[in-house]
């Protein structure tokens, strides 16, 4: 019971001021490799200065921004051997989840992940990539969430922000939503369908996306090393 004078603690400002930057990288307003400067973002803010260095250290923490020494603080730009390390990461704890998910789904437990379908079929039908990159982000939270598995999602938890910046990095190599959505169907059917077998087998399938990734960016990452030496020697 809530006593009468108790009141609801504000969030600080540079809690708050952690979350708009948060969502700023995450929706692309703020593109990876931002210079992130707190002169500039204090004004903009319309925050004391002295409450940013705060914000950033947790989006550090969160893995969204980075600190170079003598350059400040930028935009994370993922790296082919960050989209390595999160879709093997993501493979082996979203197919645990999916397994356990199934073995223990219930018919609650199943209506919130056709909810969360549903809301992947609406943003294919707007053709939204970004509300799809968030439904997507929101169905594979559920699914660890129902794993019952706490260690996992607490591992989870760490990396959250990162999954959300790759994902939207990822789908954006696929052509169409129409069959990211299949993908996402199956792997829903089968964990309501208790095949916990089939759900961890979907789950890990799901994720050969990050191989593209992974050559993807390695070719440009190729291309800039040829470009820079080729510079450097002229």
């Excluded at 995450?26 to 914000?55: F, K, Q």
Aim: glycine letters at 4%.
């Amino acid at each position: 019971m809530i006593k009468k004078n108790s009141k609801v603690k504000s969030p600080s400002l540079d809690v708050k001021a952690a979350d708009i930057l948060r969502a700023e990288i995450l929706n692309g307003n703020l593109a990876p490799g931002s210079r992130l400067l707190e002169i500039e973002l204090s004004t903009r803010l319309n925050l004391s200065r002295g409450t940013i260095p705060s914000a950033l250290q947790q989006l550090i923490h969160e893995g969204l921004v980075v600190q170079y020494p003598y350059r400040g603080c930028m935009v994370i730009s993922i790296s082919s051997q960050d989209a390595w390390e999160l879709y093997t990461l993501r493979s082996n704890l979203e197919g645990l989840a999916a397994k356990l998910a199934a073995e223990a789904i219930a018919p609650g437990k199943a209506d919130i992940l056709t909810k969360a379908l549903q809301k992947l079929e609406i943003a294919v039908a707007k053709k939204n990539w970004q509300d799809f990159a968030l439904a997507d982000f929101e169905l594979h939270k559920a699914i660890i969430q129902f794993s019952g598995h706490r260690r996992l999602q607490e591992q989870y938890r760490i990396i959250e922000h990162q999954v959300l910046l790759y994902i939207r990095e990822c789908n954006a190599l696929r052509p169409s939503l129409e069959a990211l959505f299949e993908d996402h169907q199956k792997l829903v059917e089968a964990i309501c369908d208790g095949d916990a077998v089939l759900a961890e087998q979907i789950a890990k399938a799901h994720h050969t996306d990050g191989e593209l990734m992974v050559k993807y960016l390695q070719s440009i990452e190729r291309q800039a090393s040829i470009t820079s030496r080729e510079f450097t020697a002229d």
